[in-house]
């Protein structure tokens, strides 16, 4: 009998991390592990690919042209090139976190009373059916399915196919074959969390006790700054710093007129890497930050911040920031700031362009750099930054740390 658990991803590089980094921690049984990547940017994909070639996982590209459901219809009809072959099918989206580190078993045994489904949870909403967040299914019924369009390529269409359908949705279709549908277990109780859908009360807390990180105090962060020709204030605000795993790359815009190299050698620092560059950019050193982005990609750094030159991190600043990471965060912002712009006036920190500053922010690694930076030219880029990240991962997964823990200079 041949297990798949096939999980769908879309260009969400951390739900990609958290889905493996939780895989090798689980009884698998066996059961194949697939990646399929439901790519929207094509240059994106070489990261997804790489991280999964590195530990053994079997990545699948495709084009993101109907979404997970887009995607089932291919490999129910035997044309997703690569998908492996298989008995029984652990459908799952990269929202849903497993709960339990026995979760293919839990399914599988569930599948011996003769059932052509388990779902993670049928619901009552607008009429009964399957949530396709998290189901096994047999190939054999796999294989006879049929969906309102060829190929579907719109969420209507996947919302046709799940529970609004004019025909006969999933649910319907399966129990029209005579057989059964069971739920794993109940829902509050599932293998599965749906972390995405809101009317779930959040498990977070209980995942993260099943599946544990490393030690925080064992973080490396990134300091990404760019400087020109002023007193670089940010060495000793991090030199200062209770937690000492840091790096601070800072980049000279142009030739310096001052001695900045001077100063960074009298630190006699090995976690500052200073770099003078031929010639100027301007703007602001957005270019810079854009190209260390890019060059810290494959580094072992667990976080990043964007920084300037002259401004100061109180000296728990990383040890706070870092602490944030407590459910599933991709990034964590600190609650005041005292900022020039406003005569060193406290500024209410919240999710809104004018109330956040690149430094204030402290990103996951992996999501910061494949994001990137999106714009080397405007003033704001710091919150088309922020703002691509929260669209893409969501308002929720920006935590907010309790203090003042930056003088924006």
Known sequence: MKVVVAVIIYDRFYNLVEWIRCWQMCATHDAELVIIHNYANEPDRDSYAGYCAERGIKYIARENVGFDIGAFQDVCKNRLEGFPEFDYLLWVCDDAL????????????????????????????????????????????????????????????????????????????????????????????????????????????????????EAQSSSKVAFICPVYNSYPEIISSLINQTHKDWHLYLIHDGPSEMDIKGIVEAAKDPRITYVETPTRQGNWGHGYRKEYLQKLKDSDFDFIVITNADNHHVPTYCEYMIKGFTNGEVAVYHSQMVHSYLSWSVINCKLAQGYLDCAGVMIRKEVACLEGWPNTEAHSADWMYFENIIKKYGADKFGKVEGCLLSHN
């Open 98 to 213: 497993p709960m339990r580190k026995d979760f293919v078993y839990q399914y599988v045994i569930r599948m011996q009373e003769k059932v052509a489904v388990v779902a993670m949870a049928i619901s009552g909403e607008r009429k009964r059916h399957i949530r396709t967040t998290g189901f096994m299914i047999t190939r054999e019924v796999a294989s006879k399915l049929y969906f309102p369009a060829d190929p579907i390529t719109t969420k209507d269409q996947c919302y046709h196919f799940e529970h609004r359908g004019k025909h006969d949705i999933f649910l319907d279709q399966v129990l029209k074959l005579g057989y059964k549908v069971v739920e794993v277990s109940k829902v509050d109780t599932a293998c599965f969390w749906d972390s995405g859908f809101k009317k779930y009360k959040s498990r977070i807390k209980e995942h993260y006790s099943l599946f544990p990180k």
